[in-house]
C-alpha cells in the first residue's frame, strides 16, 4: 500500500459544481496534514493546513478522518481558476519529512 | 522577490556528466528540502536540512545523490554520473520550521539527461 494515495482523476465537473477529493494515509503515527495546489508547470502551493477539528477556507473545506486515516477536500461552487492538480501532504509520522500523494487533476468546464 | 530561488531553471546535460543544481531559500527559513517530480507524479522526497545539518535523506536516493547546506543558508543538490532516468523536476522548498510547517516551493530546476 502506498503510505499516501490519490485518485488521480481527471474529474470533470461543470461551473459551479462541488467536488470532493478523498486521501488516504498508511502512517497512523503521522501528525501533519495539508492540501497544496498545483498549476499545470508550476511549484506546488499550500492550499490549506488540515485540523482535527476541519477547517474552511471561503469555499473550501478540509476534513480529517484519523479513524480511517483519510483527509478530504470538498470545494463549492467550482471556478475555471480551480482547475488544476490538488495534491495531499501527510508527515511520516514524528518527522518533518513530508510524503506527497500523486495529486488530483481537477477540471473545471464553462 | 523574497521567495524560494532555484538556479538554474533548465539544465540538459549527456549521460555521464555531473550536475549541481542551487537552492537559495527564504532567509529566515531554517529548513530546507529537495524533491523530485516527474511528470503525472507528485513531488518526492529526496532529503531535508534543518539549518546546515541533514537530517534525513530517502533510502531511494542512491550514492550519486548529494546534498549539502554549508552555514545553513543556500543548498546545493548534486548529481554523480548522470542516467537517464534522472530527467526530471528538481524542487526546492523551505519552511520556518517552529511550529509553523508551511513549505514554500521554488520553481524548479528541469533535469534533461540525454
Known amino acids: 500500500r502506498k503510505e499516501v494515495e490519490q485518485d488521480p482523476g481527471p474529474f470533470n465537473v461543470p461551473e459551479g459544481a462541488t467536488v470532493a477529493f478523498n486521501c488516504t494515509y498508511s502512517?497512523?503515527?503521522?501528525?501533519?496534514f495539508f492540501w497544496y495546489r498545483q498549476d499545470c508547470r508550476k511549484e506546488p502551493k499550500l492550499l490549506m493546513s488540515?485540523?482535527?477539528s476541519g477547517n474552511e477556507d471561503g469555499r473550501f473545506t478540509a476534513q480529517l478522518n484519523r479513524a480511517s486515516q483519510y483527509i478530504s477536500l470538498l470545494i463549492r461552487d467550482s471556478k475555471l481558476s480551480d482547475s488544476a492538480t490538488y495534491l495531499c501532504?501527510?508527515?511520516?509520522?514524528?518527522?518533518?519529512?513530508?510524503?506527497f500523494g500523486t495529486g488530483t487533476r481537477l477540471k473545471v468546464l464553462a | 522577490d523574497t521567495g524560494v530561488s532555484q538556479d538554474p531553471r533548465h539544465k540538459i546535460t549527456k549521460r555521464g556528466q555531473n550536475v549541481t543544481f542551487r537552492c537559495d531559500p527564504i532567509?529566515?527559513?531554517?529548513?530546507l528540502y529537495w524533491y523530485r517530480q516527474t511528470l503525472g507524479q507528485g513531488p518526492e522526497f529526496l532529503t531535508y536540512?534543518?539549518?546546515?545539518?541533514?537530517l534525513e535523506k530517502s533510502r531511494l536516493l542512491s550514492d550519486r545523490f548529494s546534498a549539502e547546506r554549508p552555514k545553513g543558508s543556500f543548498s546545493t543538490l548534486e548529481i554523480q554520473r548522470t542516467e537517464q532516468g534522472d530527467s526530471a523536476m528538481y524542487l526546492c522548498?523551505?519552511?520556518w520550521g517552529q511550529g509553523e510547517e508551511t513549505q514554500y516551493f521554488g520553481p524548479g530546476t528541469r533535469l534533461l539527461v540525454l
Open positions: 522548498a523551505s519552511s
Open positions: 502512517n497512523s503515527a503521522s501528525q501533519s
Open positions: 488540515v485540523y482535527s
Open positions: 501532504v501527510v508527515n511520516e509520522g514524528g518527522t518533518y519529512k513530508y510524503i
Open positions: 532567509s529566515e527559513h531554517n529548513r
Open positions: 536540512f534543518q539549518n546546515e545539518a541533514q
